[in-house]
Structure formats: structure tokens, C-alpha cells
């Protein structure tokens, strides 16, 4: 049964078209939105995933729209086990995955959005940015010592910076949505005790203990500023062609519910369906088909 063809809205209670009057505290990381265990989950997403993997194949085939999907959380909020789980079984062919650490030097003299704008999806693709330019408003704004390695003009940096950046990415997005890229972009909520227990989970076990770096725990005392961070991106950046869903993340079963069934929302928007043959075409598949079946083996 294809429980998320018809679709339970449980992903639109996550969805902010508009940011204005936007409060990150009026979003509990833990909620699970009615489901009540992770096996009710597990049914809705695999109905979710068989969705995902028809529409993105009429999607691959009709090679109009391109779709970008946006991942932006604190360390350890579960973005790897997401992209792992939701694009599971989707050709990857018409996918990518795109994840942007620290800016290299070449980044680091180009503007804020140009390493990111190379990788923008193609027409019948899904790109999937773990992380993105966004980090120009989350990271730089906690560590604003972090601009002297930008190179900017010292007289750009003013009060005003953070308000520019804001409408320049709007404005990017506002350009990518009227070329047919469909951007949608997730924040996963996780709550600091929640993080805190997936940290001593990766230092007691070998296989995930690579994963840890020092550097996690001293970011933990910036925790305030992230969050009133993440508040001002998504107060600023929220618009109804490139929404923000802030998605709880203290249960991975139920954040990849939410962002499976965004996914295939965003697709079952966009009408797709597989090209249609003109005559000549289809006279050509005629000729080929004749042909093939007289041939012997």
C-alpha cells in the first residue's frame, strides 16, 4: 500500500512560507506530530519512498525542473543518516549530494554564493546541499572573525551586513525559482540534550567515534547564539517559493518522515509526467521494434 500517495499533511505543520513573526521556541524538537512509534513511521515513509522513486523518474524524464533541497542543522542533528534513508532507492543518476565543510582558498576569494552556485542541479536532477550558503548567516555570524579570511573591502562590513546578505540570498532564490529550480530547505531541530546524548553515543562506539571532532563540544557554548541565528535566517529567508521546514530531530524516524513527505509533495506539485511521443518519434520506436523483432538470437 502506498500509505503517502495520498498525502497526510503531517510535513505542512513544519512549513514556514512566510517568516515574518517567526519564533524558533513555538518549534519542539521533540515532536512527533500524532505519529506514536517509530513502526507507524517506518510503514508512512517506505509508502513515501515508493512515491519518491516514480515521481523522480518522470521527473529525470521530463527535464524541466531542477530541485534543490537544502539541509542546515547543528552537528549531530542526523543530516547523513536523512540524505542515507529519504534518497534510498532513488536512481542516482537524478541525484546529488553536495556537502560544504570549510571554504577553500579558491572559495574563500569569490563571493559568498559562488561555490555553491556551481553545484546547482540540473534541469531533471535533485541536488541536495548539505549545508550551503547559509552557513554565510549561521557560522560567520557566531564567528564573525571569520570574515577577515573573505577578503571583503573592510568599508562593505557594516551594520548592515548581515540585512544584505539576507535580501541578496532572497534575491538568489527569487532568480533560481523563476528559471524552474524548486528550492526547498529543511532545519533540523534538534534539541542541546539531544545533541549532548548523540555526542557520547559516537565517543562509546568505534564505528562512529570518526565522526567526532573537538571542535563539536566547544561549538555547544555558542549553542544560544546559533539558535538566535537560525531564528534571524529563517525570520528573514522564509518566502512561499523557497519555504523553510523546521523539522524536529530529536527522533531520526520521524525527521525523515517529515522531509520524505515534503519531497514527494514538492514533486506531486509540479505535474510531472513522463514526455510525450510526437508522430515522427513514435514512427522511429515503430521502425525499431519491427526491426528487433526479426532478428534471431
Partial sequence: M???????????SYRVNDGRGFRLKDFDPGDTGGIQSQEEARDLIEGGLSSLR????????????????????????????????VMSGVNPTGCRVYSFKKPSIEELDHDFLWRTTKSLPERGKIGIFNRSYYEEVLMVRVHPEALAEEKIPSSLITKKLWRERFEDIC??????ARNGVVTRKFFLHVSEEKQKERFLSRLDNPRKSWKFEADDV???????????????????TARPHAPWYVVPADNKWFTQLVVAEAIVETLEELNLEYPKLDKQRRKELHAAHAQLSKQKH
Avoid at 523518474?57 to 542543522?73: N, P, R, S
Avoid at 534575491?171 to 533560481?176: D, K, N, P, T, V
Avoid at 566547544?218 to 525570520?235: F, L, N, S
Fill in 54 to 85: 516514480d515521481l523522480q523518474e518522470k521527473h529525470y524524464a521530463q527535464d524541466q525542473w531542477a530541485v534543490l533541497l537544502i539541509l542546515q542543522a547543528m552537528d549531530a542533528a542526523g543530516k547523513d543518516s536523512l540524505v542515507k534513508h
Fill in 171 to 176: 534575491a538568489f532564490e527569487r532568480y533560481l
Fill in 218 to 236: 566547544k561549538e555547544r557554548k555558542h549553542w544560544r547564539e546559533y539558535m538566535r541565528a537560525y531564528e534571524e535566517m529563517i525570520r528573514n
Fill in 2 to 12: 502506498d500509505a503517502m500517495a495520498k498525502p497526510r499533511n503531517v510535513s505542512r
